[in-house]
């Protein structure tokens, strides 16, 4: 498949040939819809995180067919879009999406909810009871790429059909927008799902050892948790920058929170920015995770863009001194 797909068959088979301009391509309205007011200073963000699926998967309010999928924004009274409106009127500014990229875990056409028992919150061992489910299960967060500019397929209702998670996730964000609220999108450039020849490798099989992070013996780096890409690479930084174009001028994703962000250059993030937002012609936030760890901590191979670097950049940050001074504590401190 091409990195730079827009469209894709059911289960990332194949790429598809899309025009985004395309009326087939959009919901009705959406060449004329309104958006929020942009984002004037970033401390006036407040931000409410959302998963896609888990919005409507139990709601009974929405359709049984539209439930789990980008469709259910247009259940106006379900529990979920209510509870929104009154977020939004309460003074929540901006929903944040955890991944609604094309990502590998979810079988697109043919996945299962059996992992869902009863018995789990008593069992000491919940991972071992759903590992025989995990490879068909409908759900996972998302944080394994496939391809960059292409809306998740498990949450359209005809993932095979061509140019239908494009319209269905174009309709979410239209619906968010009509209550007031502002959408993030959660991207994840510094690794991909699989790398070598393996089926689910993207960029590897197109410029074998160039768009993947490699340590001095050839292998990938995996400090991220996977298969780390190399940010600081021309191509790949110029990946990331289209792919963001896309999300912002033709979805109207009004910002970005970047998973493991301090695994991606400073100078590459401020570059991507200006260029955004001259094409967006609004301000588009970037907020990201400046942690500092791996091949690349301390600034070893580049400048990064972490909670070192990030200081009057424009970039936010995730601080976890303020994270553990409301908590009482760090999520690695022993009990």
């Known amino acids: 498949t091409d990195p730079y797909a827009l469209d894709l068959t059911a289960n990332s088979k194949q790429s598809r040939i899309v025009w985004l301009d395309n009326p087939r391509t959009k919901p009705k309205g959406w060449d004329k819809a309104r958006r929020p007011q942009a984002v004037r200073a970033q401390t006036q963000m407040l931000i409410y995180e959302l998963h896609l699926r888990d919005f409507s998967v139990a709601d009974d309010k929405v359709p049984a067919k539209l439930r789990g999928k980008y469709l259910a924004a247009l259940s106006k009274d379900s529990w979920g879009m209510q509870h929104l409106r009154r977020l939004a009127q309460a003074g ?14 979810v079988p697109e056409d043919a996945c299962t909810s059996t992992a869902v028992k009863a018995a789990y919150p008593a069992d000491p061992t919940p991972q071992a009871l759903i590992s025989n489910d995990a490879s068909t299960d409908c759900f996972n967060w998302g944080y ?39 959408v993030g999108m959660d991207v994840v450039y510094n690794h991909m799902s699989a790398s070598g020849q393996h089926p689910q490798s993207v960029l590897d099989r197109i410029v074998p050892g160039y768009y993947h992070r490699l340590n001095a013996t050839g292998e990938v ?48 993030m401020l570059a991507i920015q200006e260029a955004l937002q001259a094409i967006a ?12 760890f791996g091949e690349v901590a301390n600034h070893q191979r580049f400048e990064q863009a ?30």
């Open 221 to 268: 780096e995996r400090s991220t948790c996977c298969d780390n890409t190399a940010t600081e690479h021309a191509m790949m930084a110029k990946l990331m920058q289209d792919s963001l174009i896309t999300w912002a001028k033709d979805y109207r994703i009004d910002s970005f929170r970047f998973d493991l962000m301090g695994h991606q250059p400073k100078a590459t």
């Open 92 to 105: 929540i500014s901006d929903l944040h999406l955890l991944p609604v990229f094309d990502f590998a875990t």
């Open 144 to 182: 394994d790429p496939l391809h960059f500019q292409v809306p998740e397929g498990s949450y359209a209702l005809n993932p095979d059909k061509a140019g239908s998670r494009i319209r269905e996730f174009r309709t979410f964000v239209q619906a968010m927008h009509r209550i007031g609220l502002r």
């Open 306 to 335: 972490s909670q070192l670097a990030l200081a009057g950049s424009g970039i936010a940050s995730f601080s976890d001194r303020a994270r553990d001074a409301l908590r009482g504590g760090s999520a690695g401190d022993a009990s």
């Open 281 to 292: 012609k609004r301000p588009v936030p970037f907020i990201g995770e400046g942690w500092n």
